[in-house]
């Protein structure tokens, strides 16, 4: 039997056969949409009957990217390629963007970029644009535009922001 360890690291490289292989990067410096999307699954897998657990496990592995300072997930040099950045940073852009449409409209989303990009390559300008479109949330370019982009980690909205606030206790 597999153990929890080995089991995370197949969800990992099971998610890229969907974010990596089927629908590829056009830019390698968009490398986030496949290890972002891996990672994000290889976190949902063991804690996908445990809503809580995963949300824990998503504000531990947000917590680190805001103590740490992790850069935006698109990098603008290879050498950044296969770091935090593109790992962590891009999950937390996932979750972010989960927090922000809701668990129906996310995976809606994730399905329908498979499906459009299948076989074809992409960018994260081509995520963000369809990502709007699949919710039809226009706050949704500038969300993920900060994860992806910006150096300063972007704080998380929805119900992770209140989690998160009332683990850290209040600003003095």
């Known amino acids: 039997p597999l153990g929890a360890a080995d089991e995370a690291i197949v969800a990992h490289e099971m998610a890229h056969q969907w974010f990596g292989d089927s629908a590829s990067i056009a830019k390698?410096?968009?490398l986030w949409i496949a290890e972002g999307a891996a990672t994000y699954f290889e976190v949902l897998w063991p804690n996908r009957d445990d809503p809580a657990a995963f949300d824990a496990e998503m504000l531990a592995l947000y917590d680190y990217v805001a103590a740490n300072g992790i850069g935006?997930?698109?990098v603008e040099a290879p050498e950044e390629m296969f770091t935090d950045r593109t790992y962590l940073r891009g999950a937390s852009a996932l979750y972010a963007l989960r927090q922000e449409v809701?668990?129906?409209?996310?995976?809606?989303?994730?399905?329908?970029?498979?499906?459009?990009?299948r076989g074809r390559n992409a960018t994260s300008r081509d995520f963000i644009e369809l990502a709007v479109l699949v919710s039809g949330m226009p706050s949704v370019a500038p969300l993920l535009h900060a994860w992806l982009y910006d150096e300063a980690v972007p704080a998380l909205a929805g119900p992770a922001a209140a989690t998160a606030l009332q683990e850290e206790g209040p600003a003095l």
Not at 102 to 117: A, E, K, Q
């Open 28 to 30: 390698w410096e968009d």
């Open 72 to 74: 935006p997930a698109v």
């Open 102 to 117: 809701g668990d129906r409209t996310f995976f809606r989303i994730l399905r329908t970029f498979v499906t459009v990009y």
